[in-house]
């Protein structure tokens, strides 16, 4: 069974940029889509980014569009997000997730493997 361990949040400035990357091991083939979701304390986990494994397609939150960036290495298994311009609206627990449907969402539900979640904050 697949297993997701996500790295690289922490704080920085707002404005600033960091990477995120979940490493999936035990990896499935029928895996179809790897995304990143955040939830803040008080909110619904919200989807960011997800991409196909088949194509790497992608599909984005409108609030993250033209500063996040979703992307992946098939090699080792990594998925990564890169967040440039973070803003305090950005600070959130940050999942990584697994989909076996080959349709694409931003919607939890359909979402079977997560991880544990990485933190990052954004300081004014």
């Known amino acids: 069974q697949v297993q997701l361990v996500e790295s690289g949040g922490g704080t920085v400035q707002a404005g600033g940029s960091l990477r995120l990357s979940c490493q999936a091991s035990?990896?499935?083939?029928?895996?179809?889509?790897m995304a990143w979701f955040r939830q803040a304390p008080g909110n619904w986990r919200e989807g960011v980014a997800t991409i196909s494994t088949r194509d790497d397609s992608t599909i984005y939150a409108d609030s993250v569009t033209g500063r996040f960036s979703i992307s992946r290495d098939k090699a080792k298994n990594l998925v990564f997000l890169q967040m440039n311009n973070l803003g305090p609206e950005d600070a959130a627990i940050y999942y990584c997730?697994?989909?076996?449907?080959?349709?694409?969402?931003?919607?939890?539900?359909?979402?079977?493997?997560w991880g544990q979640g990485t933190q990052v904050t954004v300081s004014s």
């Open positions: 997730a697994a989909r076996m449907s080959r349709l694409g969402t931003l919607s939890s539900v359909g979402y079977t493997t």
């Open positions: 035990g990896y499935d083939s029928s895996i179809e889509w």
